[in-house]
């Protein structure tokens, strides 16, 4: 079966600081894969998405990256968070179809 | 305007009672769904639908695509029901509702 991780759970950041997020996927392979943020009391947001390794798409212009260096690997980064960074974080994987998308549990990301 | 729109935004029902929520599109799409959030930000898919209506224990979901609107329905709500409920579409990408969050009281 599949399965979607991502660390850290929770982190708390000071404004200007780096940050990487992690998402792996097990199960299967050449997923498509997105990352999502949630505000608070808003609804999801299309970060970026990938359909393979090394190919990124942004949703949104913003201070934060994302690369692919592996089939199962999607990395959320930033060179200096932002107070409006703060969020949740959630990946997501597909197939190809892009019919269902399935979520990893989410980062808890607070910037200070 | 978003692609996807829910409502009501916040409903607080009592324990017991039928609950409806709505969700209207306004792009293709190939497959709609409802996804639910618990309090702790899991999400977890509850139902994928491309037509009719599918029945899940005491979850209801219907779709009516020549009107491009789906709704959820909860028979005989429980607390533990509470959570935000999401609607989401499958077109060229993914769009997402902002989600109806739901209070069940006992």
């Known amino acids: 079966s599949q399965t979607i991780h991502q660390w850290p759970a929770t982190l708390v950041q000071p404004v200007g600081s780096p940050l990487s997020l992690e998402c792996t996927v097990e199960?299967?392979?050449?997923?498509?894969l997105y990352w999502y943020r949630q505000a608070a009391g808003r609804g999801l947001q299309l970060l970026f998405y990938s359909v393979g390794i090394g190919q990124i798409s942004s949703e949104v212009p913003q201070n934060l990256s994302a690369s692919r260096p592996q089939d199962r690997q999607f990395i959320l980064s930033s060179k200096k968070l932002l107070l409006s960074d703060s969020g949740f974080y959630l990946c997501?994987?597909?197939?190809?179809?892009?019919?269902?998308?399935?979520f990893g549990p989410g980062t808890r990301l607070l910037v200070l | 305007k978003n692609e996807v729109e829910q409502s009501p935004q916040n409903l607080t029902a009592q324990e017991g009672e039928f609950i409806t929520i709505n969700c209207s599109y306004s792009?293709?799409?190939?497959?709609l769904h409802w996804l639910q959030q618990h309090p702790g930000g899991g999400i977890v898919s509850l139902f994928m639908?491309?037509?009719g209506k599918k029945k899940h224990g005491r979850l209801i979901a219907t779709i009516n695509i020549q009107e491009k609107h789906s709704s959820l329905h909860i028979t005989a709500s429980h607390p533990r029901d509470s959570a935000v409920y999401i609607c989401?579409?499958?077109?060229?990408?993914?769009?997402f509702g902002t989600g109806t969050s739901l209070t069940v009281i006992p």
């Open positions: 199960g299967t392979s050449n997923p498509n």
């Open positions: 792009v293709g799409i190939s497959a």
């Open positions: 989401a579409v499958a077109g060229n990408q993914f769009y």
């Open positions: 997501a994987w597909s197939g190809v179809a892009r019919e269902t998308q399935y």
């Open positions: 639908l491309s037509s």
